[in-house]
């Protein structure tokens, strides 16, 4: 048991970037105001009691998110969850950032348990913000990245 995603065409998470000014990166690993935004899974079961223990051992289901890149955007730090800018975009010098809640990076390309489900709907929650790569100054314009989500429940 786990939950559902909203169906097709209600699945994806659009996340409009706090404002950023260049100069608010400076070197490499100078970062902008974070964005929250949210995974919203439907129709959750928070988890059930096994029968197969005398003590009735508790079995809840935590959800865990796998980031890949996608559309052009690279990986530029799998570890600290940094993913560079989609090839149309016209700023140079930065990619993107996801983060848990906790502000911790939510590596790339791997499970990552961010939280316990609850019954009925759940809110995954993440952090976006723009990142310095690299010492290149960073200079403005478009600054687009994508990463298809898969959330798995243990």
């Not at 169906?7 to 100069?23: C, E, L, R, Y």
């Not at 009691?49 to 955007?73: D, H, I, T």
């Not at 911790?104 to 348990?113: C, F, G, H, I, Y």
Request: hydrophobic share 40%; charged share 15%.
């Amino acid at each position: 048991a786990g939950c559902a995603m909203p169906s097709a065409g209600n699945n994806q998470v659009d996340v409009t970037m706090a404002p950023t000014n260049v100069k608010d990166f400076s070197t490499a690993g100078s970062a902008g105001a974070s964005k929250a935004f949210a995974i919203t899974l439907q129709t959750c079961t928070a988890g059930t009691y096994s029968r197969n223990y005398p003590w009735n051992y508790f079995l809840g289901n935590f959800a865990n998110v796998r980031l890949e890149p996608s559309k052009g955007s690279p990986v530029v730090d799998a570890a600290l969850g940094i993913i560079g800018l989609r090839p149309e975009s016209t700023a140079t010098g930065i990619g993107v950032q996801i983060l848990k809640n906790d502000r911790s990076p939510v590596a790339l390309n791997q499970e990552v348990p961010i939280l316990h489900v609850q019954d009925g709907v759940t809110e995954v929650p993440l952090l976006a913000r723009y990142i310095q790569v690299g010492n290149t100054p960073v200079e403005g314009g478009t600054a687009n990245a994508t990463v298809n989500f898969t959330v798995t429940f243990r």
